[in-house]
């Protein structure tokens, strides 16, 4: 009788146990699953308020920035932040360290002409990657990123996200999600004035409205994709303390 006892309990719990190992990876989550974890602090629908340092230090944000008077900032143009225009690289092999050094060393020129870009280079103010934010220049300055002598250029901050091979995408988007919330906080900036660059028509360009950030478009153009990013970083915005 004990036996049949035993088995009774044995053989049902190791059953259970095997089919839990077989649906259960080993070792630690991946990247993403790990990012999850992370934002799940702040964007549990619960309650609980995020301090904005908690959240600085989940984006990881560093600062390397163009220098003053060179490349992309030989000209200043003052600018009050009324917008943040979201983009993404369309470059497969760089990270956002490889495109900081690019615009440091003065290497993304951009035509100079009527209606093109102002000053001969393209500059923006961060990159995100899955790993890093890295600021290319202060808020206060245009850049050179959106519409040329647009009001994207004149009123927003430029993001860029990296999408080089091998990078975690959930995570650059989690991670510029979190980013575009501090920002908003900072400079007073409201979730209806977060957009993609294909907001901005550039003049003299065919199509005017460019397919960016195409990954987060449907057909080109904003749709449920869109409107999930926004989800995200009004989650991260409403959390902040
Ligand atoms: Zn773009």
């Given at each position: 009788m004990p036996c049949v006892k035993f088995l009774r309990w044995f053989l049902p719990l190791s059953l259970l146990v095997l089919a839990c190992l077989q649906c259960r990876p080993l070792g630690p989550?991946?990247?993403?699953?790990?990012?999850?974890?992370?934002?799940?602090?702040?964007?549990?629908?619960?309650?609980?308020?995020?301090?904005?340092?908690?959240?600085?230090?989940?984006v990881n944000l560093k600062n390397d920035m163009v220098p003053r008077g060179r490349h992309g900032r030989k000209?200043?143009?003052?600018?009050?932040?009324?917008?943040?225009?979201?983009?993404?690289?369309?470059?497969?092999?760089?990270?956002?360290?490889?495109?900081?050094?690019a615009l440091k060393n003065g290497a993304l020129r951009s035509p100079?002409?009527?209606?093109?870009?102002?000053?001969?280079?393209?500059?923006?103010?961060?990159?995100v990657d899955d790993k890093v934010a890295i600021q290319h220049m202060p808020t206060t300055e245009q850049g050179e990123h959106a519409d040329f002598h647009g009001p994207g250029n004149r009123l927003s901050i430029g993001i860029e996200m990296c999408e080089h091979r091998g990078?975690?995408?959930?995570?650059?988007?989690?991670?510029?999600?979190?980013?575009?919330?501090?920002?908003?906080?900072?400079?007073?900036?409201?979730l209806r004035n977060v957009v993609p660059h294909y907001h901005w028509p550039r003049r003299g360009k065919n199509p005017p409205n460019?397919?960016?950030?195409?990954?987060?478009?449907?057909?080109?153009?904003?749709?449920a994709k869109w409107r999930w990013f926004l989800s995200r970083v009004n989650d991260h915005y409403q959390h902040i303390e």
């Open positions: 989550p991946p990247v993403a699953s790990r990012e999850r974890q992370l934002t799940s602090i702040s964007s549990s629908g619960g309650s609980g308020k995020v301090p904005m340092s908690q959240i600085y230090r989940q000209v200043i143009r003052p600018m009050r932040p009324q917008y943040i225009t979201i983009h993404s690289t369309q470059n497969y092999t760089a990270d956002a360290w490889k495109h900081s050094k100079k002409t009527r209606y093109g870009n102002r000053i001969g280079y393209m500059i923006w103010h961060f990159t990078s975690d995408r959930r995570a650059t988007i989690e991670r510029t999600a979190k980013l575009t919330a501090i920002l908003m906080k900072k400079n007073g900036i409201p460019k397919n960016c950030p195409h990954f987060l478009l449907d057909n080109g153009r904003p749709g």
